[in-house]
């Protein structure tokens, strides 16, 4: 049994395709393993779990635009038209809040005066807010600080299959813990003051009435740093339970004061005041009776 050899003619066509083959294997690099993922840009890999990218390493040339791109995943817009496409992601609004972006900052703002009195689940949920660390939140936190009003009571709730009871904080106190809660997370405060914050804070459901007036006390001396962003000068407030009786009697005064402005007694200079214009008009008309006899 013969065996023929069998040979491929070359045509001219079969060739130039056969050339062109060549040189495309020639200049395209192979692949560089193939299964893995395309790397993540910043945005992707400040939102990834755990974080890829810490917020105090991104280069200050690309932070307008990272914050750009937060910003329209936050409200959900159109990067291109800047018109409102899809639900906003709060983990953008969060990550924003943190690296004290403004527009951010006065959204919620903005959001937080909105909200009724009491126990309110913002946006984001004040555990959330706490997390942020951004003391530039805190002046909205306590602009409710002065409202006098009923303290915590607890209510029932049921959420899925966990059921219990739960504090609720009136206007008074649910901005303020918040923005105590702040105070310790956040480094550009002082040790002493975030160990005051801390202390008070866990005093809040025990002893409502002296903490509120331990931060009202508080407030008074430290607000004109905190809205000058002076952080480290914000100092400590009154101690507990050193403090106590003093602002027991803070209290009463407050609750005197408001009593005396609801009820204000009738002021005795009007009764004088009276008494002296019907004397002088009696004796205007006995005057003037004596004169007309006369004539």
Sequence with gaps: ?????????MTPFSMALRLLLASLMAVTPPAENPGKRPALNP???????????????????????????????AK????????EVTAGDTRCLLLLLKMGYRPAVADFESTFRKTPGGYQHLGPYPS???????????????????????LIHSREFKDGYLTGKEAVYP????????????????????????TWARMIRSELES??????????????????AILAERYLEVKEGPNLPRDEAALLQAFNDRLAAREALAHPPFPKTGIYVG????????????????SKSAC
């Design 207 to 224: 002893q409502p009435i002296v903490a509120r007036e331990a931060i009202r006390a508080w407030w008074k001396e430290n607000q004109e």
């Design 128 to 150: 959330y807010v706490v997390s942020t660390a951004q003391p530039r939140l805190i002046p909205v936190l306590m602009e409710r600080l002065d409202n006098d009003e009923d």
């Design 275 to 290: 008494v002296s214009l019907a004397a002088i008009l009696a004796g205007l008309v006995i005057v003037r009776s004596r």
């Design 1 to 9: 049994m013969s065996h023929e050899r069998f040979t491929l003619r």
């Design 76 to 83: 959900g817009l159109d990067p291109v038209t800047g018109l």
């Design 171 to 194: 206007p008074s106190l649910y901005g303020p813990s918040m923005a105590l809660g702040i105070i310790p997370e956040s480094s550009a405060f002082g040790r002493d003051a975030q």
């Design 43 to 73: 945005v992707q890999r400040l939102l990834a779990y755990p974080p890829q990218m810490d917020i105090a390493s991104i280069p200050p040339s690309e932070r307008p635009q990272i914050e750009r791109e937060l910003w329209c995943r």
